[in-house]
């Protein structure tokens, strides 16, 4: 029996930061990561767009809003002292059609209540100041807004968190939960293990991870695949930073976007494709145990009654380019399908309970032992260094 003071089971971003902080505040501390792949952040964390959120989305007083506003600064911090590159480069949030601008307002009052500096809505013409492809009828410009690699923060927390004396165990899946006289006894594929305190931030699997040690746990992940296109080089132009639709306040994504990345490229999308397999990145990918998890959860029917229009529309934006093209037309009227190139995808975990509600806020199950972080969609990449501080023994 391995014992540690603290372990923590996903190297994803957030559980990586979770080690780093509590080994910021607590030098000393004798804890593990557990990760049943190779390497860190191989999931959600290694396939997602690559920005640092402002907090303009997310309802004031919600754990997204005040982590993300919070976590933002911490992330820029730790960026700042580590020497690891980003780009506070904004975005405008576009509305093309008269029907979007109530939600439009909406945002610009969400971003205030947030406390975002510098919000300005833009007329049409002001709009093309920022971005000269765009045709929107009017927009909302967000200063705070920027891009990251989320990998490259990734491996500088595994690097420092292994200086400062914690252990990351790659290749190496949790398989169950017990807690008995005060301790938590955790079983791996490879090996038994004792703590005081155990953090799971298991992402995609984090409903399987948290039903361990609550078996009546009312919540699944269900996954929404996002895939992307590249614009080729010479169509590069049409982009100059990131430009967003209004987003559909029905649903927890934020439509398909164009985002300029870190290494120059730029990416359009992700769209949001219900899954067939929780770590399948591919369209054909198929996982009959996974499909049948999400299918034969109480409130899956619910869902799909719900968003059944939005989700064949997004089968068929999915395999359909042109499909794709037009929607992100409404954006920029200037890109042809032939200016695109397939790109990657991610997949996200979204947690859903049983009456059948999409879970639009971080949600925890926890006790004063055991914390499962088990719905952590955007903006947990940009919040992870905050997400987990939120139990006496985290902080
Ligand atoms: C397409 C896409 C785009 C996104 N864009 C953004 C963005 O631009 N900005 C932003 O802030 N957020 C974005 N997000 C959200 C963000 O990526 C996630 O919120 C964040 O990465 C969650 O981190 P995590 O560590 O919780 O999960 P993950 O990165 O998924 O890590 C979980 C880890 O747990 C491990 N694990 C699971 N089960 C076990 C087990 N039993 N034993 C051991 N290890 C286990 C997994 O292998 C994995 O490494 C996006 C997400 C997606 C999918």
Not at 178 to 203: F, M, P, Q, R, W
Not at 372 to 389: G, K, L, R
């Amino acid at each position: 029996m391995l014992k540690y003071d603290v372990i923590i089971v996903g190297a994803g971003i957030v559980g990586l930061a979770t080690a780093y902080k509590m080994l910021e505040k607590k030098p000393g501390l004798k804890l593990c990561l557990i990760e049943k792949e190779e390497g860190v952040s191989r999931h959600q964390t290694g396939n997602n767009s690559g920005v640092i959120h402002s907090g303009i989305y997310y309802k004031p007083g919600s754990l997204k809003a005040l982590n993300c506003i919070k976590g933002y600064k911490m992330l820029l911090e730790f960026c700042d002292a580590n020497g690891i590159s980003y780009d506070i480069c904004g975005k405008v949030i576009v509305a093309t059609d008269e029907s979007e601008l109530g939600a439009l307002g909406v945002l610009f009052d969400k971003g205030i209540a947030n406390g975002l500096e510098g919000l300005k809505m833009l007329s049409a013409g002001e709009l093309k100041e920022y971005e000269p492809h765009i045709a929107g009828i009017k927009g909302i410009h967000v200063p705070q807004t920027g891009i990251i690699d989320y990998m490259e923060v990734s491996k500088k927390i595994a690097e420092l968190v292994n200086e400062m004396g914690a252990e990351i165990r790659f290749s190496e899946r949790l398989d169950g939960i017990y807690e008995k006289n005060g301790d938590v006894l955790v079983h791996t594929n490879k090996n038994n293990y004792s703590s005081k305190i155990l953090v799971t931030c298991a992402g995609l699997q984090s409903d399987r991870v948290a039903k361990l040690n609550n078996k009546d746990l009312k919540l699944r992940i269900v996954p929404f695949r996002g895939e992307y296109y590249k614009i080729k080089e010479d169509k590069k132009y049409l982009v100059k930073n990131l430009i967003y639709p209004v987003p559909d306040p029905q649903f927890p994504f934020l439509g398909v976007h164009y985002t300029r990345k870190m290494n120059g490229e730029i990416e359009a999308g992700p769209n949001a494709v219900f899954a067939f397999k929780r770590e399948g990145y591919k369209k054909t990918d198929i996982d009959f145990g996974d499909m049948w998890e999400s299918m034969a959860w109480g409130g899956f029917m619910t869902i799909a009654r719900k968003y059944w229009k939005m989700g064949m529309m997004e089968f068929y934006r999915s395999f359909s380019k042109p499909a794709f093209t037009r929607s992100l037309q409404r954006l920029t009227p200037d890109v042809r399908e032939s200016d695109l190139e397939e790109g990657g995808a991610g997949v996200r975990a979204q947690a859903c309970d049983n009456k059948g509600n999409l879970v639009d806020d971080f949600l925890f199950v926890e006790n004063e032992r055991v914390l499962h972080v088990c719905n952590a969609p955007s903006p947990a990449a940009t919040s992870c260094f905050s997400v987990t501080q939120r139990r006496a023994f985290l902080k």
